[in-house]
């Protein structure tokens, strides 16, 4: 081997040598909180993107930058804002924001933040939130922000979602820590909030009490009493008016699920009944008819609370005038008895009773199993007899 022949092998090995270990120099480690935004110097493609691992870089050919995925935070310490009655406020509060992980959301952020750190992301995004704040701010009165503060904050996020979005960003949270002001507005609105307040919780209670087996309509007598709004908006379109003629449809069937305490019968012997009652659309044309003119304007709910009212009153009605050796001579006609008490009133409003079904009777003086006894040995000398 001549020398020129020596010298390029050994060229060729220290070269080989050199890759060898400038190679794993090449490759950056992506941390698992960031991507990687890479692109080809000169190249009109759309970048890459890689989350977590290592990728190769070659210098002069590629340019990159790492893009965190990790929460930012943005922290108002009781800027001034304007209510709508041109109130000054304080609010304190604190925006939660990410960049998105939707690969079109990605980009977007790449290509507005890139070599940018979380600091000044936050400083950017801050313009948008404080912005915004006071935007939503504007269109509320106090009031309306202390009472209605989910409402409040659901504006603010409709409001921030699609300016978020333009930068490749969304809002995880938003929290209101405090609200202030130097005229007392803040403090009025707030003592008036927990007044109603505890008297939602009074009604809540005796509602509970009420109707322990059906949540919605505690929920809707709830509202109802309270002059609740039948949502979180407090701009919504008032519920209409009972007494406007707007259609009806009167339920089909309706089960009500009754625990009578202590009702009184003719004797005075008080009964714990624990029965079940279905009602629904009388099968009469005539009284159907009557009964939607009766409850036009009302909802669905309302008229199962009507009808559970009368069926409540008219069965207790309905055991005031039995005794108990009634309700165990002959359990038919206790059963219909009550079927044509309570089935009266409700012809008044388009329905019947559809179903009943005594599931237990009983009483703390033991009448009834005495009156059992009683009617199961007379049945037992009638049959003797016959």
Known sequence: MDVWGIMLFFAVAFMAGVALLLIPSLYVTIPSSEVMFRTTRGAKNEPSLFEEGRVLIIPLYHRYSLLGMHPMRVFFNHPTFLDKNNIRLKIKIYFTFAISNEHASILIAARRFAGLNSSQIEEIASEIFLSELRNAVSVRSVEQIIEHRDSFIGLLYRNLDPELNKSGLYLMNCTIADITDNSGHVEGAIAKKQAK??????IKSELSDRYPHNSELRELLQRELSHEPSGNDTNETPRSAP?????VEIPQHVLFKFDFKDMPTKQDILLNIDI????????????????MKALSGRSPLEIEQIARDMVSQDFASA??????????????WFLNHCVDIVGERL????????????????????WIERAGQRALAEARRNKERN
């Open 276 to 291: 079940n009652i279905a009602v629904g659309a009388s099968n009469d044309p005539l009284f159907l008819q009557n009964g």
């Open 347 to 366: 012809k008044q409003i388009g329905m019947r009773v559809v179903l009943i079904k005594v599931i237990d009777i009983t009483d703390d003086s033991g």
């Open 319 to 332: 055991i005031e005038m039995i005794t108990i050796e009634d309700i165990n001579r002959n359990r038919e």
């Open 197 to 202: 307040d505890a008297e939602r919780e009074k």
């Open 243 to 247: 007494n406007q003629q707007n259609p």
